[in-house]
């Protein structure tokens, strides 16, 4: 069974993986398509931190801890994590 910080990480880390590899031009454009089109429907990190948030106040949920906690996360990541700012285009 994981932790509310082990989730978490999980999910950083996902969509941050997503956004790298839309953006490498080295992978196949059906690759990178795929990660664009995941990415559009994948939880963000404020997305994250409001269910951290609900769930400290009303229960319940993934039982997330807030990402805010641990910035280093973020940071490790080659393109940062994914964010509502972040925007991917489906490649041609």
Known sequence: MSTPEERLRALVWAGGLLVELA??????????????VIARHFP??????GAARANKVFGGGLNLESPDKIPEWSESLT??????STRLAIPE
Do not use: F, W
């Open 44 to 49: 963000t990190i404020e997305e994250l931190a």
């Open 79 to 84: 393109s940062g994590p994914l964010q509502n």
């Open 23 to 36: 953006k490498d031009d080295s992978l196949p454009r059906s690759l990178r398509r795929r990660a664009v």
